[in-house]
Structures are given as C-alpha cells and as structure tokens.
C-alpha cells in the first residue's frame, strides 16, 4: 500500500465501506419503517408514491456519487472505469455485510433481494450480486495497474463481449418480474448467471494473459 496505487486502492476501499455503511442505514430505517415484522420478497407493504419516487431518484444518485468518485480521482478514461466498478463492488459488499450485523438479514446467501429500482425492480438471490461484486472488484484492482500513460489494450470486441456478458447478467435480475407479478414463488436462472458471469470472466482472463504477455 505504499506505492501511489496501492494507496488510491486503499482510500476507494475507506470510501467504498464509507458508502456502504450509509446505504444501509437507509434501508435500516425503512425496513423499520415499512417492515417491522421482517423483509420476505412475496410479502411487500405498498409504498406511497412520492416515496417509491424519492428512492428512485435516491438511487440515481448514489450512481452519480461513484461516478464522481471515479472522475476526481484519475485521469485516464480506463482507470475511471476500474475506480467506478471497485467501489461498486466494495460499497454493494458493505451493503450486505451491514444488514447482516444490523438486521441478522439475509437468512441465506439464497434469500431473495429486491436490488434496484431503475428502470424496474431488479431482484435475485442476494448470492447473485455479491458473486458480481467480487468480480468488479478483482477486475477494477487489475485494471488499475495496467500503465496510466498508455493507451488502453482493450478492443471494441472486448468491450463488445463483456457488455453482452452483463448484459446476460442483467437479465437475470429481471427474470422473476412475471412471477412477482402475480405473487408466485420466483425462480432464478443460474444457468443463465452462469453463461454471462463465466463468459465475462473467461474472457477477460484470456485477454489479459494476452496483455501480460504482449500480445
């Protein structure tokens, strides 16, 4: 941690758990407010629309904080993206770890989380996004190394096949949506997770070995 990297990885680490902490403390108090009796993904209580307003725009926002977390901190576009998807990842990290020394929530890394709002509700098994955030993490931490004054190794294909792989992701969080719809048990495809997740993370290993190695 004493080279200029490894300190900008530790202060995004103190913002990261900073950050978390305070979202959930937030979803403390409305749990408090509108389930005391207990969070459980088929048993919601309604919510006031200028209160399901006010956490959308809520939401919106802890986006454009990391967004101007990665924009201060360095000047290359690659590196801005590295900081933006490590301190997602340690914020969302903190997120879980907090409910859980607050709240005893999650029961089970399979319970089911309602996870963001916009432009519909995202919902999975808590396993799900925390499987993510390791990930963004591991592959922010790599980036951030890659030389600064270089111009970045990464094609238009690969940026082209790890869209496509979140983009499989993305659409595992919106599978349940007709289930919830009509208050039935929901289903996860894994298989799916699966499919985006590890052919994310394949190529992106492929890709830098190759970069490693000059190639």
């Not at 101007?68 to 933006?84: E, G, I």
């Not at 770890?97 to 916009?118: M, Q, T």
């Not at 997740?197 to 830098?208: D, Q, V």
Request: proline share 7%; with cysteine.
């Amino acid at each position: 941690m004493n080279t200029p990297r490894g300190r900008l990885i530790l202060y995004l680490t103190v913002f990261g758990i900073g950050f978390g902490y305070i979202e959930a403390a937030v979803v403390v108090y409305l749990r408090a407010l509108y389930y005391p009796d207990g969070f459980a993904l088929l048993i919601l209580t309604p919510w006031p629309m200028e209160m399901v307003a006010t956490e959308v725009v809520r939401e919106a926002a802890t986006l454009l904080v990391l967004l101007s977390v990665a924009l201060l901190s360095v000047r290359n576009q690659l590196h801005r993206f590295a900081v933006y998807i490590y301190c997602f990842g340690v914020w969302d990290l903190i997120y879980y770890l907090v409910l859980k020394l607050r709240l005893g929530w999650p029961a089970s890394l399979l319970e089911w989380d309602i996870l963001f709002l916009i432009p519909l509700p995202w919902t999975a098994p808590v396993l799900a996004p925390i499987i993510v955030s390791l990930g963004l993490i591991t592959a922010g931490i790599m980036l951030l190394y890659l030389p600064e004054d270089q111009p970045s190794p990464l094609t238009r294909t690969d940026w082209s096949i790890e869209i496509a792989a979140g983009a499989l992701i993305l659409a595992t969080f919106f599978w349940a949506l007709p289930d919830l719809a009509v208050e039935q048990e929901p289903h996860y495809p894994w298989w799916l997770f699966a499919i985006g997740y590890l052919g994310g993370l394949g190529w992106f290993k492929y890709r830098w070995t190759n970069i490693r190695y000059g190639r």
